[in-house]
């Protein structure tokens, strides 16, 4: 247990303000501060800072607590990451012989384990079982660099090529089905949860592997398939690509909506794209976003699910404080599909023109009045 005299001075040490400021843009109400809550989506206010008490509350989730619990939701962190944290922060050394719940040493095994699951994958893909996934990427127009950059592999029509691999590295079933790898068996048991599948890792910006995305190789469903939440990922506050992106020299980042988006963007030279993980954007998205980047390109596709897509990431990215513009992709329907057609020069010239997000909203607005009506026309104004 920590002594109750260092948490109280690590209280004190730490502004709440600041530390939430981090994440959530905040704006004042007379004593108080409010913004969108990075738990749950929402368009409406309902997160409040107190910092008379400094806590924090969700009048929509009902999320409240103190920073380190703040930091433990939004991070994902137990309890004693939490404090080293702030500690951190605050330039104060957590005493000596402080313990934990052991989870630290769980979620550190399970890290420990992906990182494992993602060295098996990726040389599967490389060696004579992975022929066929290796020609779809080559198909794809994917190069071995950039395969090899990304960490990709392949998980083989199997039901027990990982779960037996990572037994032989002293894994237990019960490690794996907590990282998802896994699925426990109906009659006891478990067989490996990818099968068949292009595998992507999914890395944080710690460089750990917290989870995976498979893309089918075969006629099964779905198509794809993401690891679940786990104690280690949480797909609200993760961007896939984005420890390569931070480092990008681009004063914007380019908003993808899947994988195979995000890596021909890189392989064509456009190493500031990122993309949500099989989830809509999120406001915990957006607060991720706003630490490295004042600016976001969306490069959704031009389907109407893409367009309803940019249309509910707009608002959330403008409440975070985060300029937002729209590249349009037609005739094509992705970045990928984009980049193969008409090449990284034509999209950059499409980047150049992008267009303003608010001016983007009132163009899908206007589709959906007659204004050669005046009726029309006039209900159209009252809407914009």
Known sequence: MLPEAFLNELKYNTDIEQVIGRYVQLRRRGKNLTGLCPFHSEKTPSFTVY??????YCFGCGAGGDAITFM???ENLDYMEAVRSLAERAGMAVPEGAVDDGSRQRKARILELNRAAARHFHQNLMAQRGREARKYLVDRGLTKATVVRFGIGYAPESWDDLRDHLREKGFTDEEMIAAALVSPGKKGGCYDAFRNRIIFPIIDL?????GFGGRGMGEGTPKYLNSPETKIFDKGRNLYGLNLARSTKQ??????EGYMDVIALHQAGFDNAVASLGTALTSGHASLLK???KEVYLTYDSDGAGVKAALRAIPILREAGIAAKVIDMRPHKDPDEFIKALGAQAYQERIDAAENSFLYEIRML??????SDPEGKTAFYKEA
Request: aromatic share 10%.
């Open 366 to 371: 206007e589709r959906q009045f007659d204004l």
């Open 72 to 74: 433990k939701k939004i």
């Open 206 to 210: 710690r460089g750990d592997v917290i």
């Open 251 to 256: 004063p914007q980042l380019l908003l993808c």
């Open 51 to 56: 910092p008379d008490t400094q806590s924090f």
């Open 291 to 293: 630490r490295y980047t």
